[in-house]
């Protein structure tokens, strides 16, 4: 009741139980990127250089589609290198009137659709969360991947419940505003707010990656002509005319079609 909606540990509330304390790594406000760099056939740019909303989307949906029922890694991340920093993102809560840190180091898609006017994305996401070497119990977040524009991309659920304490449910929910996309290799970064409220309350923000299991190109450029079996075919003249055969290692394809010889 003191602490009103900012966080506050134990040991501000002891010494000053009136103050107003954000609580280490912790903001509350969300950067806006200035712009979104795509990387794609190993090049980087600026999307508003030289790519359409149309074609970052369906990259996206290419990607989280190829991903789809796999688990994505979360990092913190340095924004300028996108490189990670830790093996997870953190932040300050309380349980109860206990101090703790909360962790997110993965995500699992369970679940990619496509959206109305081909500017929404809809994700199933699993968020898995872990406090003081505990893991609660968590349903999925119903969450929306919203291209505005080539600047502006946005994901965000409505908040999901975790089972964080014995009285109550927790929910948390989840701000990404994402300024870096590469194709080559499956990783999206961006700004994130992330907030608890209920039995356990508090949050963070900074910015992080994710670090999908595949890249964005569904399809493979190179083709193999299947191996043969060797079996024979049969002729397509029925009679005692007919009695020779030939096999499917004698009919090769890459002259064109052949025709097979008929016999009056």
């Known amino acids: 009741m003191l602490a009103g909606c900012s966080f506050q540990d134990t040991f501000g509330f002891m010494t000053h139980p009136t103050r107003s304390y954000n609580g280490p790594a912790y903001n509350g406000q969300l950067q806006a990127p200035n712009s979104v760099v795509v990387c794609r056939s190993k090049q980087c740019a600026a999307a508003k250089l030289s790519m359409s909303r149309e074609y970052i989307y369906n990259s996206l949906l290419h990607l989280f589609d190829n ?10 991340a340095n924004p300028g290198s996108h490189t990670c920093t830790e093996s997870f993102v953190t932040m300050p809560i309380t349980v109860g009137i206990t101090p703790a840190y909360a962790y997110i180091d993965s995500v699992k898609i369970t679940d990619v659709s496509v959206g109305k006017g081909n500017t929404q994305l809809g994700l199933i996401l699993n968020y898995n969360v872990t406090y003081n070497g505990q ?19 946005i994901l965000e659920d409505s908040g999901y419940s975790c089972k964080m304490t014995t009285i109550g449910q927790t929910t948390i929910k989840t701000l990404f505003a994402i300024d870096y996309i590469d194709l080559d290799f499956g990783f999206i970064g961006g700004y994130y707010s992330i907030g608890f409220s209920g039995p356990a309350y508090g949050g963070g923000s900074g910015y992080m990656l994710l670090r999908l299991p595949k890249d964005a190109y569904p399809l493979s450029p190179e083709l193999t002509q299947p191996k043969s079996t060797g079996k024979q075919v049969s002729s397509i ?7 020779e055969s030939i096999t499917e290692e004698e009919v090769s394809t890459s002259q064109g079609v052949q025709i097979f010889p008929l016999h009056k």
Not at 67 to 76: E, F, M, Y
Not at 237 to 243: C, D, F, I
């Open 67 to 76: 991903n789809n029922h796999k688990t994505a890694l979360v990092c913190a």
């Open 237 to 243: 003249l029925k009679g005692s005319a007919v009695t």
């Open 135 to 153: 893991t609660p119990d968590c349903t999925p977040a119903q969450s929306l991947m919203y291209v505005k524009n080539v600047n502006n991309i």
